[in-house]
């Protein structure tokens, strides 16, 4: 669970989404510039704007660190390309960009990294079974245990497509067809009610997600991870009552990140997406292993 992939360059705007900008850009020549305009990657890699995704993610996040602004962006610099290329070759970005009145052949593109991909999840075989009987997973929810500490590009297709059909052929196999229809609707009520708070919903999901941000992002250490634990814990304690949809979601999201950040303690090493700023070296002895929570205990096997 401690291995989440950050996308180095999301667009970052107010009132703008995450947009990805694809690391295509920085292929075709992009530069990284701070906020002072300076280009920061040669410092940081020999590969400078082209090193691997977690170098580059890790590299614009010591930066903003540096400026010590919560709103502070590094910017993605296109203007040395020729427009006209850049326009056609990235008509997405383009327009996209456009929308928000920022030209990407002629103008500096704020941005900042974004959670991307949970390489982790529900422990499965290779057919979506999970240790539970009758519970399957596939996709980004499920670890299948093929993919490391990192995660390439398209690996989506394999966990969504490739493991999706197989778990679903899994089920046809061994699942009895359900009659039981009251059941059902029962649910679907359940989840159309709303009898829970929305702000104190909405404001418990907010803290979780700014604790997460600021102690299991892109590099972490382990005394955040310890006060990021017992912060979580102890909202867990405070969780809003279930009954509607989003305070079900709000009590996952919470249970998701304690379980990251659980396990980015107990992992001592830095490995692919987890970078741990105190152990910043690899250990292939204690943990060239996958993590596997269970109850209050995380093992490495
Ligand atoms: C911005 C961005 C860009 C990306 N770009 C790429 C890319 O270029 N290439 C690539 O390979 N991957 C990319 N990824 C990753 C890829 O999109 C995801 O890994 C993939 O879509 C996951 O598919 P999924 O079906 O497993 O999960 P999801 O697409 O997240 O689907 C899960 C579904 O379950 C629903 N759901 C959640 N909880 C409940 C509940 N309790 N009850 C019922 N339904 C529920 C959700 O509403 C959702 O519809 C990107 C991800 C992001 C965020």
């Known amino acids: 669970m401690e291995f989440v992939q950050f996308h180095p360059t999301a667009l ?18 992009a530069y990284l510039r701070n906020i ?13 704007e082209l090193a691997p995704r977690d170098v580059v993610a890790r590299a614009i996040a010591h930066e903003l660190e540096l400026v010590k602004r919560p709103d502070a962006a590094v910017y993605l610099d296109l203007t040395h390309l020729h427009a006209d290329r850049v326009r056609k070759r990235f008509p997405t970005i383009y327009s996209t960009c456009m929308e928000y009145n920022i030209d990407i052949a002629t103008e500096l593109v704020p941005i900042r990294p974004a959670a991307h991909y949970a390489m982790g999840g529900v422990r499965t075989d290779l057919r979506g079974q999970t240790s539970l009987p009758g519970l399957y997973a596939a996709g980004e929810v499920a670890c299948t245990g093929v993919h490391g500490a990192n995660r390439l590009a398209s690996n989506s297709l394999l966990e969504g497509l490739v493991y999706g ?4 052929q899994n089920m046809r196999e061994h699942l009895r067809p359900r009659r039981d229809h009251a059941t059902v609707a029962g649910a679907e009520n359940t989840a159309a009610s709303t009898n829970g708070q929305p702000a104190q919903v909405e404001a418990f999901i907010k803290k979780v997600q ?19 634990v017992s912060e979580l814990s102890e909202l867990q304690k405070q969780q809003p009552a279930s009954g509607d949809r989003r305070s079900h979601e709000a009590a996952n999201i919470l249970q998701a990140g304690l379980l990251i950040a659980r396990s980015a303690l107990a992992r001592e090493e830095s490995r692919g997406a987890h970078y741990r700023l105190d152990f910043p070296l690899k250990n292939d002895v204690k943990f060239h292993k996958h993590s596997v929570v269970s109850g209050d205990k995380i093992r490495f096997e």
């Open 165 to 168: 059909a197989r778990a679903a």
């Open 210 to 228: 700014s604790l997460m941000w600021q102690y299991v992002g892109v590099v972490r250490d382990g005394k955040g991870l310890r006060q990021v």
């Open 36 to 48: 002072e305009l300076k280009r920061f990657m040669p410092k940081y890699h020999e590969l400078a």
């Open 12 to 29: 970052y705007l107010k009132n703008a989404p995450r947009f990805l900008l694809s690391e295509a850009l920085r292929g075709e020549g």
